[in-house]
Nanobody
Framework: QVQLVESGGGLLQPGGSLRLSCAASGNIFSFSAMGWYRQAPGKERELVAS???????NYADSVKGRFTIGRDSAKNTLYLQMNNLQPEDTANYYCAADTSGTTWDYWGQGTQVTVSS
């Protein structure tokens, strides 16, 4: 059983930055992949960024050039650095892990990011 705990969300003005963290109970480098999803009210959940065990990284077009996904082996933590945040980035952000190589089988509880002037 893997536990994922997100932190780092908050309320900020447009143009600001935040770093989200996802602390995992297992060795994240043994996972097939990890990722960040987000879901805004009334919208479907969308994949924001993902990183595989071989360090293949993908971003949603809407966040390319502004968000950076990364991992810290010493802390067993996944990060999402978010810069130049805009109101359309407002959402609940979830950390996910694919430990089987077939599906996102573990999820965190989410952390809220609100961007508003």
């Amino acid at each position: 059983q893997v536990q994922l705990v997100e932190s780092g969300g908050g309320l900020l003005q447009p143009g600001g930055s935040l770093r989200l963290s996802c602390a995992a109970s297992g060795n994240i480098f043994s996972f097939s992949a990890m990722g960040w999803y987000r879901q805004a009210p009334g919208k479907e959940r969308e994949l924001v960024a993902s990183i595989t065990a071989l360090r293949n990284i993908n971003y949603a077009d809407s966040v390319k050039g502004r968000f950076t996904i990364g991992r810290d082996s010493a802390k067993n933590t996944l990060y999402l650095q978010m810069n130049n945040l805009q109101p359309e980035d407002t959402a609940n952000y979830y950390c996910a892990a694919d430990t089987s190589g077939t599906t996102w089988d573990y999820w965190g509880q989410g952390t809220q990011v609100t961007v508003s002037s």
